[in-house]
Every structure is written in structure tokens, then in C-alpha cells.
């Protein structure tokens, strides 16, 4: 299967609807984010240095091997579940976290707070 990583480096995607996108080994370096609807999206092997999510909708992406520092602008996003691996034979992401489906990560009011939990 052909993979192509996209180039959105510095894009301006300001309240985009990307649910369930297919954003893998995407360069969002710089990126516009705000307002973006990422639900379900696959963000394995994004680069996201510096990439401003502010009030993005983080829910159910997969963030396998992402790479975000201390630039990268967190602050209200929502974000109750996400998922640390993604199974390639399955076309499905894996390892929900939190684990149990009855426990959801809070809205993230610190930027901390969210990043803690993917420095994990």
C-alpha cells in the first residue's frame, strides 16, 4: 500500500471538519488548528512542533509516535479518549486510554495538563 505523508506545514485549517482523517506521518508543523473537529482522526507519526490545537476536538485520534513540544498550543481542547497505537492489518486503532470505556480524560483547561498525559 502507497502512503503519501501531506505537507501542511504552516497550514491554515482553522475549524476544519477533519473527522476520521487519515493525517498519518503528516508534517503540521506551525499549523493553524483552532476550532478543528480531529475526532476520530489518525494522527501516527504526526509532527506537530509548534502546531496550535486551541478548542481542536481531540476525541478517539490515535496518536501512535506523534511528535508535539512545548510549543504546541494544547490550551480547551476536548478530548475524553484517545488511543496510543494503531493496528495496520486491522485498519484500527488499539489501546484505548483511558482503558476502561467508563472513564474519560478531562476537557483539558491547562495545556499541561493534556501534555502530561501524552508524555506518559
Given amino acids: 500500500m ?3 505523508a501531506l505537507h501542511l506545514y504552516k497550514a491554515n485549517l482553522y475549524k476544519a471538519n477533519l473527522h476520521k482523517a487519515n493525517l498519518s506521518d503528516a508534517n503540521l508543523t ?7 473537529n480531529l475526532s476520530d482522526a489518525n494522527l501516527s507519526a504526526v509532527k506537530a512542533l509548534g502546531t496550535n490545537f486551541h478548542t ?12 508535539i513540544n512545548s510549543q504546541t498550543n494544547l490550551q480547551e481542547v ?9 493496528d495496520d ?5 488499539t489501546d ?3 482503558h476502561a470505556s467508563t472513564k474519560y480524560l478531562l476537557q483539558a483547561n491547562s495545556p499541561n495538563a ?3 498525559f501524552w508524555s506518559q
Fill in 2 to 4: 502507497l502512503t503519501l
Fill in 30 to 36: 506551525g499549523a493553524n488548528l483552532i476550532g478543528v
Fill in 56 to 67: 481542536a476536538t481531540l476525541t478517539g485520534i490515535c496518536t501512535e509516535n506523534w511528535n
Fill in 78 to 86: 476536548t478530548c475524553k479518549y484517545v488511543f496510543t497505537k494503531h
Fill in 89 to 93: 492489518e486491522q485498519f484500527q486503532f
Fill in 96 to 98: 484505548r486510554r483511558p
Fill in 114 to 116: 493534556i501534555k502530561s
